[in-house]
């Protein structure tokens, strides 16, 4: 456990002057030689995954494609899962099958731009709806926050199934911060006046709780969340007038995830003015929060982060990604850099 937060600071150790090099030599020796013995271990428990339905993609890409399994994919799924191998293993396999199942087989093998234009192209009507997108800064806590407003979801078929796009688009864009992998995820889903006809698609809502929780999807049988960082908390903001959802859905949720993600699974059933304070003791601002949930958050910013991480995955000139301000966990410009100040300059010192 000790070796695990080392490493996830990485193999730089301390500059202190009082730590003579053969210190910090035999430090980086011992935490390579066990980061080893736990990539080791994983490929062990990826050909133990019963029964072989369940790592049948993973599988497949391994066969095809070397790099599956290349050295710095299979740490961040030790790092989501605090180095257990087995769990690293199951959320590995379930991240393969999300990912063939979306995109299919042939282009899952395809690098993450290829990927992540794709779903520019089939998806740029599901992604000015706003329903996903991640909020400036972190939270108290360093991780990552991102919206889903579950009151715009489409009530067509089709369009829920592209969302599951959408919603990989901006987990890649969270995956790309060393603050989201390092310290999680928290979500908040406002439902506000969701309809049960925008809750009746029982392949997307399974699938959609694969991307999110310890959970049983009816396709897939028994499947961890499959992206690799950590869903520490899910926020579910209810109004008042959105009680149905409450009596009605939420029972059958909280029978499909695991205990394990029950727990982090929090509702709330207030009025908009009275969340900010609530979610303060969560570690969230409330200028970091949109209006819908009481914030203060200015109304184009949704559709500002969109187009700022559509604009990144364009050509553009040397060095001007890191300039263009609306990328990932930062949530674009001074505003994230501010929220989230004292986290970056902890990550540069490092």
């Not at 799924?77 to 087989?105: I, P, V």
């Amino acid at each position: 456990e000790d070796r695990g937060r080392l490493y996830s600071r990485g193999f730089q150790s301390t500059p202190d002057a009082k730590v003579n090099d053969a210190l910090r030599a035999a430090v980086v020796k011992a935490l390579s030689s066990w980061l080893l013995e736990k990539i080791e271990a994983l490929e062990r428990e990826i050909e133990a995954l019963p029964p072989p339905k369940q790592k049948a993609a993973l599988i497949e890409a391994k066969e095809r494609d070397r790099e599956v399994l290349e050295e710095g994919r299979v740490i961040e799924f030790l790092e989501s899962e605090e180095y257990n191998a087995q769990k690293a293993a199951e959320r590995m396999a379930s991240y393969w099958d999300m990912k063939t199942y979306l995109f299919g087989k042939d282009d899952a093998l395809r690098d993450d731009a290829y990927l992540l234009q794709s779903i520019q192209d089939d998806c740029r009507r599901e992604l000015e709806l706003d329903i996903f997108y991640v909020l400036p800064g972190y939270d108290k806590y360093g991780r990552g926050i991102v919206v889903l407003r579950a009151d715009k979801t489409p009530e067509d078929r089709e369009a829920q199934l592209r969302l599951l796009k959408v919603f990989w688009f901006v987990m890649a864009n969270l995956m790309a911060k060393s603050s989201a992998r390092r310290h999680g995820v928290v979500f908040l889903c406002y439902i506000g006046n969701l309809m049960n006809t925008q809750a009746n698609n029982l392949e997307f809502l399974t699938r959609w709780a694969q991307l999110n929780f310890h959970c049983i999807p009816l396709r897939t049988c028994a499947f961890h969340d499959c992206i690799p960082l950590r869903t520490c908390a899910f926020h579910d903001c209810i109004p008042p007038r959105g009680r149905w959802f409450r009596n009605l859905f939420l029972p059958f949720l909280m029978w499909i995830i695991q205990r394990s993600a029950r727990m982090r699974f929090i509702v709330h059933d207030e009025e908009p003015e009275t969340m900010p304070e609530i979610l303060a003791s969560y570690g969230i601002k409330k200028e970091q929060l949109p209006s819908v949930i009481g914030g203060t958050l200015d109304e184009d910013y949704p559709r500002q982060w969109t187009e700022d991480n559509l604009r990144e995955l364009e050509p553009v000139d040397d060095e001007s990604d890191d300039e263009s301000g609306g990328g990932g966990g930062d949530g674009g410009g001074d505003e994230g850099k501010e929220v989230g100040g004292e986290l970056e300059e902890e990550e540069k010192s490092s």
